[in-house]
């Protein structure tokens, strides 16, 4: 059975989802939740979830804590749901093509440093498109510019909000990214 970890900065409602997906297929287990923020959402998750979950400071991110505390896990393979920081060269080099992120939007568009969340659907409905969704790809030394693994489409609507397209792209999330992290598994 693999071990992941999970990678969050936020509520972490896809850390949820991804935990309650495996706890039900068995073909792998969630040992791990890592969060850069005190007092995420995450936390009281993991908690409820009975994960482990760190808070490692972005300093300690960029000083090895974060790989540090994958390495007592024994983490197979790492998963960023809603995670806003740049993973550090120490944990890419040694976790080649076993790091993935899910991102809001049909990469290339909109992706990023600093663009997340609300911010990427107001871009998207500032540029007129009639479609949007997710994208789970690869991770590498840039923000969003890893191999794509996956995009699942939605459209926009005329009527659309931020948050009403936000509602809908995280449907698209809740149901493809456990999926593709098994497929990858």
Not at 47 to 57: A, G
Not at 148 to 175: F, G, M, W
């Amino acid at each position: 059975m693999k071990k992941l970890a999970i990678l969050a900065s936020g509520t972490g409602t896809n850390a949820e989802r991804i935990t309650q997906y495996f706890a039900e297929k068995k073909t792998a287990e969630v040992k791990l939740i890592i969060t850069n923020k005190e007092g995420a959402g995450v936390i009281e998750r993991a908690e409820r979830l009975n994960v482990p979950c760190h808070v490692v400071s972005s300093k300690e991110f960029k000083e090895g804590k974060a790989l540090q505390v994958l390495k007592e896990y024994d983490v197979d393979f790492i998963i960023l749901a809603g995670f806003l920081l740049m993973v550090p060269d120490d944990i890419l080099h040694n976790y080649p093509n076993r790091i993935v992120n899910i991102h809001p939007s049909l990469l290339p568009k909109y992706g990023g440093k600093g663009m997340y969340g609300l911010r990427v659907h107001e871009a998207v409905l500032a540029s007129g498109d009639t479609e949007s969704g997710i994208t789970i790809h690869h991770v590498n030394e840039h923000y969003d510019q890893g191999a794509i693994i996956l995009q699942a489409k939605c459209p926009v609507l005329p009527n659309d909000t931020p948050e009403t397209l936000a509602s809908r792209v995280h449907q698209l999330e809740y149901e493809h990214f456990p999926v593709a992290i098994e497929n990858l598994l």
